[in-house]
């Protein structure tokens, strides 16, 4: 697993440090910078689990319609016009006209040629080969499909029985809701189930008793009451009994049908079904085509300033946004690197070239951590601003949680000891130009020590390691090299939170309203008002470490 | 307010009544609520605003379905937990560190998921749209509070109603009345609901479900599946018959997905076990079972005893044994373990010999994904599934004569057993079964047998073995003897193929119900319910913000001592918050105190 560095939003914790990383849910908390927004309002990192979400419009992903929002309710987030899927591969359908009734035609192209095609049109996978005509859904024209078919979804036995419960229980409520009014005052001690269903229990089987009333004093009461329980019996417009035999799904038909099956393929998924309310076939056959799901585009906002930090353009076909508020334009882009895997695979290659007995798939065993041993890392920064940063780097303490958990932390040392570059360390302005440059012209590049630093890193890894410091400067990007100090009995994932504060100059006028507007970022006291510092949380995860009696045996191999 | 209003306007119709109600307006006001049927009048203000339209939510531990209300079946259906396992378990960890971490995790989970079904699934603004919230009686109330917080916090919700899944489904079934038996992943609950209030006193439950399941049929086929590899090489196809290639199944084949697939596309419920044959009521008891019940604890659960023992047993032998396969789909004999069989072997054998008699159901060949280190093969490994499995892989969950496992008509006879005598025929003939289990076809009927062979059968607990060598046995203990009268009247209202009517007297409910799935029954109901601008007890933001704000020292206190401390939560109703009954009406409260006093009037639906 190559190193890897994610960000912090604090959305999930309540305090603004970052929870310790060697706990699962911590992942939770960290984001790839690409995934996260910046409010400038707010002056904080936003992620996805955090900002508010609003549909800036609905459009079917296959014909690129935008539908207005009016009709998504009444289409059921679906493509009300010719977009339709398989309902076995989920590949969009074609729509194609029935063979020619005389085969005297050429059959090159029946497909797409809807324009001149004989009248029974029918749906047809491209992928799976599967037609609607399976399943006796034809059309007479081939435009406006949904709207053909709407008339069976209308009358789905599932909504009209749905309307007659409606109707069912609709007297009933307002009878209640009415009653229910009045009765506690008189009846409501008196109106707990047991006492209603023994008196309405008692009235419906012995004909005659039923005339004494053991609750005579609450006489009104009671009889709403029991006008309650008495509710006439729903009659269900198709009862589950009668849909059995009439083929509609369960009963003994499906067994008989589950007790002969051949091919677990004649059985439809439990995804193609689940989403039917009403009993349906257990048939794969019998499927319907599926209406194109809408898909939207989306605004979101800050939680907290509600200002808007990323809206896409309206049109259907554009993949623009019209405000883009990523964190990939203000912080700082950082990716980690382990110098001595890639000194590790290079010397396996020599190795590999003086014998072949090493296999390749040592080669990560080699370049892998091992417990024991020190090693250098390089940390990348690339400066997304017009002007230059000065970086200055923390690792973050674990900080004792609140209540029970800090003394468990205390008790167990942390497996690995990380150095980073104390001193502050500027990183070029971002300009168009560097874009174009080659990687060779080094522009940034002031200092000759961090160069031939950098130089007797790459020839001699072991004399190196020692390094914690700035390696490399070039455009906009600057490297610094830190170093991980592994104990003999460490394990698992080398983890750590850095705490990362940048200072910038400000130089609109809008930075200086977010401080006004008491923004966790502070000013650096040293430097002059203009200058700007935020920090921010990351987490830092160089890899697994090995254990180390395998990696010994093998090197020793 | 609109109770304060319809009070007098019905007083006036009524002028007998008119002195005693009009001067406890005050009282009514509150008590309102506490019925938590129907009460509809309250959410009628907010149709204006063309969002009445209800989000539904029926969140299950595996399965959540979401749609809208007034729309007869969901909009979507989604997974919950990854890759077939189920978001929460009934289990907590134990140390307050593990714990507050797992519910870390359970909240990050629950959140994307939550997100997802507003922004993914339904398209629709969560500020704009109120939420109803099915929930089953059992839900972890811990779960219960992260969903509410997510739904209030991140996604600002205006309100939530939490309504009672077994409620909602059986209004779905056009009743208010009736035993709601919920068989979904975690366990199966009954719930005996009359009048629309669910006796939440009598409600039984038992781990026998859908996970249950699972590990059953996974278990039977380690044993009795056999599992052919794909070809190494395509050129020597020809060559290898299948026969001998074919070997016991491996562990790593039958992952969380494969076995959901099985189930749900392969497997079915059988008929009844022919009494006459076994030589037993139960099937708990074949012939061979006895030295192996002795063996055992008595307390232990002979299926999950025999899993447990099984995966000690197929490690061990896994890669010697299946080299003596006899053949292509009969792999299963030459699968007794060669230094004698181990006890839960001995028992899983019995079961198959006994299954096998009698299920005609055909083998079927499935091609699934072959383990990862065998992953040089020629496309899919094919795994063959005896047909017994097929369709007695269920009997695992009509197996009674547990004490803490109860059968499904056992849990449902006890608690026809704690329900006041006379509400027992009524709910007897109203048996609506719902949840995911259920969609097994075949399920429902053989329920409405089982119920009756468990009331018939003599003594139920009789392969439970009590009796020492020198001892008589003891009278068989007729648990279910008050439940035999009633035994006409049993009638589940959703069984697909009902009995024919025994005798023309009365008028039998089976098969009654309208012909929703049972899986989504609950959700209909809250579409229903919605619909019908009524539906559980409905917390707004206002109050949650309201109890949110008090002071952090609550929430430590939470922390600390976990759900017994009172929290800022119990906004939140549930029934296992309920006050004790009162039994006259409660004094005029003092001032001091209203916003502590207010929620617990209103748990007390």
Sequence with gaps: ?557 | MSTVTATPRRAGHDSSNMATTTPQTTRVATSHIIQSSPHYQTTRRHSLYGTEDRVVIDPGSRIWKVGFSGEGKPRDVLTAGDNGSSLWTLNRASKPAEREEEDKMLEARLQSRLRAVFHDSLMTDPKSRKVILVEHPLMPLHIKDIVARILFDNLQVPSISFASSHLLALLAAGRITGLVLDCGHLESTVLPIFSSRPLFPQLRTTPLAGMRLSSHIRALLLLFGTYIPPLTSLSGAANIPAATRSMRVPDEVLAGPVIEEIKTRCCFVGETLDLADSGATRVTSPSGDDSFEHDLPPSSDPASMSESDFSRVSASEMDSNYAASSGFSVVSRSQVHPDGPRPGETHLQALAEMYKRHSTATDLHMHIDPPRDQQAGTGKGTLIIPGWIRERGAEVLFEGGDVDESSMAEVILDSLLKVPVDLRKTLASTILVVGGTPMLPGFIPRLQAELVRAINSSAPTSTRPPSRPGRPRPAPYDRYAPLRPLLPYFAILNNPSPPPPTSASFVTNAGKAPAFTPATMAWVGGSLAGALKTGGVEVARERWDEADAQPEDEDDAMEGTADTAPSSRNVLPDWTRTPLPVGAPPAPRPQAAPIIVTPQTEVGA
Aim: glycine share 4%.
């Design chain 1, 1 to 557: 697993m190559a190193p890897s560095v994610d960000y912090y939003c604090p959305c999930l914790a309540a305090s603004p440090h970052p929870p310790p990383p060697h706990l699962p849910s911590s992942s939770d908390s960290f984001h790839p910078l690409h995934n996260l927004f910046f409010c400038e309002e707010c002056d904080a990192v936003r992620c996805n689990r955090c900002v508010m979400v609003e549909v800036s419009g609905y459009y079917c992903p296959n014909c690129l319609f935008e539908v207005p929002s009016a009709s998504v309710r009444a289409e059921k987030n679906r493509c009300a016009r010719n977009c339709f899927l398989c309902p076995n591969c989920r590949n969009t359908l074609s729509v194609v006209p029935s063979d020619p009734p005389n085969d005297g035609y050429d059959r090159m192209s029946p497909i797409v040629s809807t324009s001149l095609g004989e009248p029974p049109f029918f749906l047809y996978c491209n992928h799976c080969r599967w037609d609607s005509a399976q399943v006796d859904i034809t059309f007479e024209k081939p435009t406006g499909l949904a709207a053909q078919l709407q008339k069976f979804e209308d009358s789905a036995p599932e909504a009209l029985e749905f309307d007659r419960l409606k109707e069912h229980f609709e007297p009933f409520l307002r009878a209640s809701s009415s009653s229910s009014a009045v009765t506690p005052s008189s009846s409501h001690h008196h109106s707990n189930p047991i006492t209603a269903a023994a008196s309405s229990a008692l009235a419906r089987d012995i004909p005659g008793v039923s005339k004494y009333n053991p609750l005579s004093r609450s006489r009104s009461g009671r009889d709403k009451s029991s006008h309650k329980a008495d509710i006439p019996d729903y009659k269900a417009r198709m009862e589950v009994g009668a849909a059995a035999g009439m083929g509609a799904g369960g009963g003994e038909a499906d067994l008989e049908f589950m007790r002969h099956l051949e091919t677990v393929a004649e059985v439809a998924t439990v995804e193609q079904r689940w989403v039917n309310s009403w009993v349906s076939s257990l048939h794969t056959d019998d499927l319907k085509p599926l209406r194109i799901p809408l898909q939207s585009k989306k605004s979101k906002r800050c939680p907290s300033c509600r200002h808007i930090l990323i809206k896409p353009e309206q049109k259907a076909q554009s993949v623009r946004y019209k405000i883009k508020l990523v964190a990939a334009n203000y912080l700082p882009a950082i990716s980690v690197s382990l110098p001595h895997a890639r000194a590790a695979l290079e010397t396996m290659k020599r190795s590999l070239n003086r014998s072949a007995a090493q296999s390749e798939d040592q080669s990560p065993a080699a370049a892998a951590l091992l417990a024991g041993k020190t090693y250098s890392f390089h940390i990348s920064f690339t400066n997304p601003l017009y002007d230059p940063i000065q970086v200055r780097l923390k690792k973050a303490q674990a900080m004792p949680a609140p209540g029970t958990e800090g003394a468990g932390e205390k008790a167990k040392r942390p497996p690995f000891q990380v150095n980073l570059p104390s001193a502050a360390f500027p990183i070029a302005a971002f300009a168009e130009a560097w874009e174009y440059e080659d990687d060779e012209d080094m522009f940034g590049l002031d200092d000759d020590d961090d160069l031939d630093g950098l130089g007797r890193l790459q020839k001699d890894q072991r004399s190196k390691t020692r390094t914690v410091g700035v390696v490399e400067k070039r455009a906009n990007v600057t490297v610094v090299a830190g170093e991980v100090i592994l104990t003999k009995e460490s394990r698992g994932n080398v983890k750590f939170n850095m705490l990362v504060s940048y200072t910038y100059r400000s130089d609109d006028p809008d930075p200086a309203e977010e401080n006004a507007m008491g923004t966790p970022s502070r000013h650096a006291s040293s430097k002059p008002p203009e200058m700007k510092n935020f920090s921010f949380y990351t987490v830092v995860d160089l890899g697994t470490i090995a254990p180390r009696e395998e990696t010994i045996h093998d090197t020793d191999m």
